[in-house]
């Protein structure tokens, strides 16, 4: 950053700081692949935390590919930082959600059948769904947000529910600039420059998430009006080429030490 510029992420006190939330749900994945305990969630849940993160973020899901129930409470139980709980509208998470009461909630969509959230909330199309269950658990003290897309119907609807956040989708953002396809992109990223506007004339608090790398990270920081960023696909993906030498590293030297002391007589 040149002289002159402004830190758009704060610290020159005309804009608010950028959390970071961590999500931790291909940590389970890659756990639940082979059905024992290794890697544990919530071990890097606090590694995160421990490196800089201010949230961490789950998403239990009805078919509960990756978070289980009880990674839930061991989350709320160990971790000293606020817990964003991914879920659906469903009365299911929403018993769960008022039973574990973690600091926030984002309502996602959820189809059992797809990889990932393929899209945002229709809150047009679901006000009556939504709208109980956005006040019952604001009434329970947990911060609700609405994962939309990046569109003034939506942003307008999220603001008619009361919801006190909204989080954008930017994963169409992020795979148009992945594709190469920069029309798209761009149109993405007006979409969400103005969104993030217009959702804080509303008096939302914008968060984003999706598809986010350190490059569309460093980008969409940029814009003063989001204060939260979840992000963990890209992240725990990253941690493979930034822990795997060490770990290599480390069974290398266990092997050698086992073979030691088998030598001097030791097994
Ligand atoms: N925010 C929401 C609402 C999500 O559903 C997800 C994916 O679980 C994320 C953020 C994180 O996305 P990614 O894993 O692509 O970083």
């Not at 890659?30 to 993160?53: F, I, T, Y």
């Not at 590919?65 to 509208?89: G, K, S, T, V």
């Not at 920069?182 to 993030?196: L, Q, Y």
């Amino acid at each position: 950053m040149s002289a002159g510029q402004t830190n758009p992420a704060g610290g020159d006190g005309r804009t608010a700081p950028i959390r970071l939330g961590i999500n931790i749900d291909h940590v389970a994945t890659l756990r639940n692949a082979r059905g024992g305990a290794h890697p544990d969630p919530v071990s890097a849940a606090k590694l995160a935390v421990e490196a800089g993160a201010d949230n961490i973020t789950a998403h239990l899901r009805e078919d509960r590919r990756h978070i289980r129930d009880d990674d839930i409470a061991r989350l709320i139980a160990e971790l000293e930082c606020p817990l964003n709980l991914e879920m659906a509208a469903t009365s299911e998470m929403q018993e769960i959600a008022l039973k574990a009461k973690p600091h926030a909630a984002c309502l996602v969509p959820e189809k059992r059948e797809e990889r990932t959230t393929e899209g945002g909330l229709d809150v047009v199309a679901q006000h009556n769904v939504l709208a109980p269950v956005v006040a019952e658990l604001g009434a329970a003290g947990i911060r609700v947000s609405l994962f939309i897309a990046a569109e003034r119907l939506q942003i307008e609807a999220a603001s008619r529910l009361r919801s006190p956040a909204i989080e954008f989708h930017v994963g169409p953002w992020c795979d148009a600039l992945t594709d190469g396809r920069n029309d798209d992109a761009k149109a993405e990223w007006h979409s969400i420059r103005d969104g993030a506007r217009i959702a804080r004339d509303l008096g939302l608090e914008v968060h984003a998430g999706h598809g986010l790398n350190y490059a569309t990270a460093e980008t969409i920081a940029a814009l003063p009006e989001i204060v939260e960023l979840n992000i963990g696909h890209f992240i725990v993906g990253d941690a493979v080429f930034g822990g795997l030498s060490e770990s290599v590293r480390r069974m290398r030297e266990a092997m050698s030490k086992g073979r030691a002391a088998n030598m001097s007589g030791g097994a």
